[in-house]
Structure formats: structure tokens, C-alpha cells
């Protein structure tokens, strides 16, 4: 028996996209704001096109591990994010996740921790660049 196919509008849309280009993981570097956790640093910045779906990028470097940790590592924060932080993750928004070597042997509890953490702070803390020393007085 032949099942019909979904309907268009039955289909839910892609959560977040993937950040794919240089550019942007440099504004998400240089002009977004920053949340160190144990296992990773987050890099946010808000983008032009507020109502666009958010977007996440990885960056895993050779001082972390060698290629397969560095492999697992990703795929670890790639699966975390989907679990955790895509629902938290705002629309107009790009995430750049910086790897530390303790992504590659911390629990995955805690990364997904980490990472619901991280996004509920910098998503309330906003993308309007980093924090001035008056806002760093009175953080947490």
C-alpha cells in the first residue's frame, strides 16, 4: 500500500540552519556578544534579517585534538544543539560555538547544560555588541 506523501503544510520547517561562511563567523566574533562555559565558548551577533531562522556554526581547532576528536567533538555539539538549543535558539540570530578539549570528554548532560545556559544568557543579554563595564559590575 501507498502512503501519500505530506502535505506542505504538515511539514514543520527547519529549526536552524547551518552558518556556512567566513564573513559571518567573523561579525559573530568580532561584534557579537560572548558566553564562556567549560566546554565551549558561544559567539552570538543578530543579523539584518531579523525574521530569518537562527543559524549555528562550529569551530573545532587543531590545538583541541586530532581530526577524529575533532570530529567527535562536533558531532557531540551538533547533536546537544539540536536536543537543547534549538528551541531556545531566536530567530535573526547567528551562534558560533568555539571548541575547548573538555567538549570531548565532559558528559553529555553537561554539555547540553552548558549549552541551554549559554543561549538563554546571551539571548537575554541581546546582540548589541559586547557588554560595557557598568553591565559587567552588575552581571552575575
Keep these: ?71 567527535r567533538i562536533r558531532r557531540r555539539l551538533k547533536e546537544a544543539m539540536r536536543v537543547a538549543g534549538a528551541p531556545i535558539a531566536e530567530p535573526g540570530r547567528d551562534y558560533v560555538f568555539v571548541a575547548r578539549p573538555r567538549a570531548l570528554t565532559a558528559p553529555f548532560q553537561d554539555i547540553l547544560t552548558q549549552i541551554a545556559d549559554g543561549l538563554t544568557r546571551l539571548n537575554r543579554r541581546g546582540g548589541s555588541g559586547r557588554r560595557n563595564q557598568k553591565d559587567r559590575a552588575s552581571a552575575p
Excluded: C
Excluded at 15 to 33: I, M, N
Design 1 to 71: 500500500m501507498m502512503r501519500d506523501a505530506p502535505s506542505e503544510q504538515s511539514r514543520a520547517p527547519a529549526a536552524v540552519e547551518r552558518l556556512r561562511r567566513r564573513p559571518d563567523f567573523l561579525r559573530a566574533s568580532a561584534s557579537g556578544v560572548h558566553h564562556h562555559a567549560p566546554a565551549f565558548k558561544i559567539q552570538m551577533a543578530e543579523r539584518e534579517d531579523r525574521e530569518g531562522p537562527p543559524r549555528i556554526g562550529f569551530t573545532v581547532t587543531k590545538k583541541v585534538a586530532g581530526a577524529v576528536g575533532r570530529n
